[in-house]
């Protein structure tokens, strides 16, 4: 009788969103493409005990790039707001629109780099519309392919902070709900050291969880749903628009400048930090996989992916990279305070411990 129902939960706890209703969207919609490939890493993550909680995911009504998580009872809450999922895909859809990006991909056109008066996308069915992108098949595909690798790793970050307990834990502390880039200014009975290592390891989950998906996603590539794109996909190039992929995500998220005094206030690492870690950490996971070759060529291609993917993202919208930015992620105060971070990581741990449902970093 006193059960509060879902969109009320979903109200309270996104500070007054509404959510968005894809049920009667069809297989073939991006909304559930996204929403069973959720529920299908939910399921698949390896689990420490017994996970006796349920994932609920879905979306919110609002345009901003965002994605939230929270927990309400035995449920474990995701909402993406539709803006990101939209973005994200307009995002690379012009980028492979531009024939300068990974040209020897398909038929680049330079028609295409304005806008289309007809759809990109439309299957005649209740799908989202695009109305800016590549029309050859393949630098359509791989548009699609960079937007999925984004959007998991959106997921993936959101569904670190439920299964490595950082929700639970910060419960006790009564705080609801984390977002993937919203500035939280009030003071919790939680540090900002504590919230920066949180989100630190919620890239790494992300991270660790998608190159574990890339190294499957390679040993099957029989079944890969885009069978144009397959000859394409050596690991080396599978590697490079991985790259490519997340570092257009950061600039799409990146709204943090680096400056040295936010770097202690900041719930967030600037997004230039958070790149420039993250992208480091597949190497030890394809070690750990076994694939020593793996990610000694992973790691050849960092550097140069990250020029190549700024030159592409700046031509494409018209952008020009803060080196100031750049420059500031190698400094010592910079590598000084991730040091702390990964120090207070040993101190969170064995708090995350009572609630993790994931074999925690070491
Ligand atoms: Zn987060």
Known sequence: MNEIGLAEIVRI??????????????????????????????????????????????YLESDAVNASAFIYKKNDYIFINCGTIVKIHDTFNKLLSNPRVFSEVGKPKYSDYRYHYDPVINNGENQTVFFNGPTDEKRRDLA???????????????????LNGHLQLLNESDVETLEMTEERKTLEKISILDYQTLEMDAD??????????????????DTFPFPALVPQLSKKNMYSYWLFSVH???????????????????????????????????????????????????????????RYTEEMYNITFETQTDFSDVIVTSTDKVAEHSKNVHDNWHNIKPRLMNYARAILAD
């Not at 960079?146 to 959101?158: P, R, T």
């Not at 989950?205 to 590539?221: G, I, K, P, R």
Request: hydrophobic share 40%.
């Open 144 to 162: 699609f392919l960079m937007s999925y690798f984004a959007i998991l790793y959106v997921i993936q970050h959101e569904m670190g902070h439920h």
């Open 13 to 58: 706890r996104t500070k007054g969103k509404s959510i968005f209703y894809t049920d009667d969207y069809s297989e073939r919609s991006y909304y559930t493409i996204y929403k069973n490939m959720a529920q299908i890493m939910y399921d698949k993550t390896p689990k420490i005990g017994n996970n006796d909680r349920k994932l609920v995911f879905g």
């Open 248 to 306: 257009c995500l950061y600039r799409v998220l990146g709204n943090i400048k680096i400056d040295e005094t936010n770097l202690y206030t900041s719930r967030y690492f600037p997004y230039r930090v958070r790149q420039a870690l993250s992208s480091r950490i597949p190497i030890s996971v394809l070690v750990h996989l076994g694939d020593k070759e793996g990610a000694e060529l992973y790691a050849s291609l960092i550097d140069k992916m990250f």
């Open 204 to 221: 790494a989950f992300a991270t660790s969880a998608f190159t574990a998906h890339l190294h499957s996603m390679l040993e099957n590539l």
